[in-house]
């Protein structure tokens, strides 16, 4: 090899090497905590919706919020949440449920209500009366689809504004230990069928269901999730709803 020609190649080597280890460096080099790197904005809406929501709330005790105070509940957590999203947005919520309602009840009242069918969003959340008060199971797979079908119907027929969430389930409060280890595992189980049976229909039909089941399977552990009467959810528990609904919601008022 000519020695101009090898002093060429050892100068292009040269180059290669002191690029990579450029590159190198610059990856491994840790963010310092004055780093100008802008902060998240995965919170911050960044597409307008509506001037007016009109928000509708389905269900039972969960729904309306037995044993914990009006603002607890989790319609009302919800509806305070998107109005500090969306401070120029105005929210108005109508909530149709009652403690100790099955889904027969519901229907029944939403039939009494006739509410208009003009709502931005509905949620809807029932079940645990079906299973408490020992229902044929047959009776909740006839009587939640129509439910979904209903609650589409009042959300301007619209399905991406309408959001199912999942039972909790009791067994894991102190309440619940009072039917022993058999009685729990009973009553986890059922409550596991009623939830399978509602998210499949929902994916197979194009509708939102949230799981929040798992956060009142801590309510052994961790008392505070659970209200003064020893079985329903408290205030943190709902807000804890609010928080896995939340980014949902936003993506069904923003589309």
Not at 33 to 60: E, H, M, R, V
Not at 126 to 134: A, R, T
Request: a negative charge.
């Amino acid at each position: 090899m000519k020695p101009q020609f090898k002093q060429i190649v050892t100068v292009i080597f040269s180059a290669f090497l002191l690029s990579c280890s450029s590159e190198e460096s610059s990856s491994e080099t840790p963010v310092s905590p004055g780093s100008t790197t802008p902060p998240s904005t995965t919170q911050i809406p960044t597409t307008p919706i509506s001037k007016s929501i009109n928000y509708l709330a389905l269900g039972d005790s969960y729904t309306i919020g037995q044993s914990v105070c009006e603002t607890c509940r989790y319609p009302e957590q919800l509806k305070t949440s998107l109005k500090a999203l969306y401070p120029e947005t105005n929210f108005s919520l109508n909530v149709i449920a009652a403690t100790g309602w099955t889904t027969n009840n519901l229907l029944t009242a939403i039939k009494e209500q006739n509410p208009e069918s003009n709502y931005d969003l509905v949620t809807l959340l029932i079940g645990v009366n079906n299973q408490y008060q020992g229902r044929d199971f047959s009776i909740y797979e006839k009587e939640f689809p129509e439910l979904v079908i209903k609650a589409i119907a009042l959300a301007k027929g619209d399905k991406k504004n309408v959001i199912v969430l999942s039972i909790p389930d009791y067994a894991y409060t102190s309440f619940g230990m009072m039917f022993g280890t058999d009685g729990r595992m009973k009553i986890t189980e059922e409550i596991n069928k009623y939830n399978t049976f509602a998210e499949n229909y929902c994916m197979m039909n194009g509708v939102t269901f949230v799981s929040i089941t798992d956060i009142t399977r801590n309510g052994l552990y961790n008392t505070s999730l659970v209200a003064s009467d020893g079985l329903h959810p408290s205030e943190s528990a709902y807000a804890m709803f609010v928080e896995r609904i939340l980014p949902k919601v936003k993506a069904a008022l923003q589309g």
